[in-house]
């Protein structure tokens, strides 16, 4: 494949030409946007309780000064456009949560700001913390991958990651500093505000210890559109857990640093972006490649986004591809994955573990805002999004106090037992901080359900536990079916401006059964300091920490076929399989490894074999029969 530069890229401009065309709001429409964020923060915001104690915040306080100081203000007498932003966002931003968002209008709306390379952080053997550019935008030839810089417009390079990361707000320490790094190269402008700077002065170590400093300047152009339109009425877009930022930066460095990804999606078709890699449909979303470690050969899925409009294909893309490499171990890497359609990284769940699935539970704040939503959708009249699960606990929390709603999951509870396990050798996850919302999901998930052992970069994820709705998709709600409600508090804002609110929170199952996810995030049960040789060599010592983590769990294989009324299995590390047919237990045997034969008193439409080891559910099989 012939790669070339974007269009995006040759025609992006200076950071100050586009400022130039900035700066178009009236009075009016600012006192609009306030208006707005404060019916959203006070009556929608699932977490306000939980952060104006956490955080010792009061966003709402903030935009009722705001509103007053705007109404003292004239057209004449108005501060400039960018300080308005600023409040703005500074007081979205002040609750630590990339669910819960001011959206800049025109011109900012789908444009990224960017400097044409990337840094990430790593540690030197003697734990020293080094940031090195680990990629360039091509035909960018003032700094190398593998350079090391020391300084960010004189100020020393941790310490302008911190400071930037402030701004950024995280909901935990380890979020602040990944926020802020990524930050320092790559903006999306519809949620963070442009640089100050018009040109950043990078000092930094050649490879062969030279010390240099560049001046390079900023430019903005159009990101890529998003997967989903998050503002309209679809079960997708009511299925949302995706931090924004995220998902803006994934399509960007898409954009600035994997051209021949963009392209195979655009093209079609099964593509392997590397000739080790197994061929998939969504090479914008799937990476599965075999990987030789010290440990042995396992394989190797990362999952760059849950960004999809069909779980369904989804799951079954992965179920493929997981076939298709080693059988002996699974690394599967979400980080920097900032989530998307929550039925798609729950629905993954099922496919590494014998037992049922239970989805994480989600609750409204009891709002007679969020009442007048639920009634009006109890029944699901529109096919898209039934919430009648939780209309009679709001109905009655008026009588009874309740803070929240009744819990009830989002992911349907069939759908994520649907396929039941279909991989088999033991499995480890990768994450990150920069994993959030339905990525913290499923990080969460796998803890609770007990998958494997998680393999941190960072000591937490990015502890993001919401269902995220967007001021478009709320007034929406309001408007159908018909009537519309004549006495809808949401009003269409000015200029494409937006919002978004994390309007349910999610909860987490198992030992931690009830435990909010948001601010706390998921742990890791072992941890991994990124060194060089994984920023410029495909991330080779983490793999083969994984490796190491894989090889000490038990390789199980349990292979099934059906045929009228005879079962054949094939089984590794097994001692008995149990035999079900249309959930009625049919017969039992004692097994060693390899092949054997079981024969069925009854036929039906599925067959369920579960495997145990000293009596211990540990595989299990659904097939068609």
């Not at 075999?290 to 369904?312: A, Q, Y």
């Not at 502890?463 to 929406?476: C, Q, R």
């Amino acid at each position: 494949m012939t790669t070339t530069a974007h269009p995006n890229i040759a025609n992006s401009v200076g950071l100050a030409e586009f400022l130039a065309t900035a700066g178009t709001l009236t009075l009016a429409q600012r006192k609009l946007i306030v208006d707005q964020a404060l019916i959203l923060l006070e009556q929608n915001y699932a977490h306000l309780p939980l952060k104006v104690a956490m955080h010792a915040v009061n966003p709402v306080q903030r935009l009722r000064v705001l509103r007053a100081r705007l109404e003292r203000q004239t057209d004449a007498t108005a501060e400039a456009e960018w300080q308005f932003h600023r409040e703005l966002s500074s007081t979205f931003h002040s609750v630590r949560d990339l669910h819960t968002n001011y959206l800049l209008p025109a011109p900012f709306a789908g444009k990224i700001a960017f400097l044409p390379f990337q840094l990430e952080r790593c540690f030197a053997q003697d734990g020293t913390e080094q940031y090195l550019v680990a990629r360039t935008v091509a035909g960018f030839n003032g700094l190398a991958a593998g350079a090391e810089v020391t300084h960010w417009n004189g100020t020393p390079i941790a310490r302008a990651v911190a400071l930037n990361g402030a701004n950024f707000c995280g909901s935990n320490s380890a979020a602040n500093h990944a926020r802020g790094l990524e930050s320092l190269t790559l903006r999306p402008l519809v949620i963070q505000l442009p640089p100050d700077e018009d040109w950043v002065v990078v000092s930094h170590r050649t490879e062969a210890g030279a010390t240099e400093e560049i001046r390079v300047d900023w430019q903005v152009t159009e990101n890529l559109p998003p997967m989903t339109d998050v503002d309209s009425l679809s079960s997708a877009a009511a299925a949302q857990g995706v931090d924004l930022d995220s998902d803006e930066k994934a399509r960007a460095k898409k954009l600035l640093h994997a051209p021949k990804v963009v392209q195979a999606e655009a093209a079609g078709g099964a593509v392997a972006m590397a000739s080790q890699d197994v061929p998939t449909t969504m090479p914008g979303v799937f990476r599965a490649r075999p990987v030789v470690t010290p440990s042995g050969t396992f394989g190797h899925l990362r999952i760059f986004t849950f960004s999809v409009d069909d779980p369904e294909a989804f799951l079954a893309e992965f179920v493929r591809l997981a076939n298709l490499l080693p059988q002996n171990g699974l690394v599967v890497d979400v980080r920097d994955n900032g989530g998307g359609h929550i039925f798609a990284s729950e629905f993954l769940l099922q496919t590494m573990t014998p037992k049922p699935i239970a989805p994480e539970p989600v609750q409204f704040l009891s709002t007679p805002l969020n009442l007048r939503i639920c009634r009006r959708h109890a029944e699901d009249p529109t096919g898209q999004i039934d919430l009648g699960p939780w209309f009679p606990s709001l109905d009655s929390s008026t009588e009874t106090g309740q803070a929240f709603s009744c819990s009830h999951t989002i992911t349907p509870v069939e759908g994520a037992n649907a396929v039941g396990q279909t991989y088999h050798g033991p499995v480890v996850l990768i994450t990150d901080a920069r994993c959030y919302s339905a990525t913290d999901i499923f990080a969460a998930g796998w803890a609770d359900h007990e998958l494997g052992p998680i393999l941190g970069v960072d000591d937490n994820t990015g502890a993001g536990g919401a269902n995220v709705w967007t001021h478009g998709l709320l007034s929406i709600l309001l408007k159908i079916p018909a009537p519309a409600d004549a006495e809808s508090p949401y009003k269409a804002l000015p200029n494409k401006a937006n919002m978004r609110v994390s309007i349910r929170r999610t909860l987490r199952v198992g030992k931690l059964a009830g435990t909010p996810v948001e601010d706390l995030g998921v742990r890791p049960t072992h941890q991994h300091k990124v060194t060089r040789a994984d920023l410029l060599q495909g991330n080779v010592d983490l793999l083969a920490r994984a490796g190491e983590l894989l090889k000490a769990l038990p390789v199980r294989r349990l292979g099934v076929a059906v045929a009228g009324t005879t079962v054949s299995l094939d089984t590794v590390n097994l001692d008995r399989v149990d035999v079900y047919v249309d959930g009625r237990p049919m017969t039992s045997l004692d097994v060693t490894d390899g092949a054997h034969t079981a024969t069925l008193t009854a036929t039906g439409r599925e067959v369920r074999v579960e495997g145990f080891a000293d009596g211990q559910l540990v595989a299990a099989r659904k097939v068609a029969s």
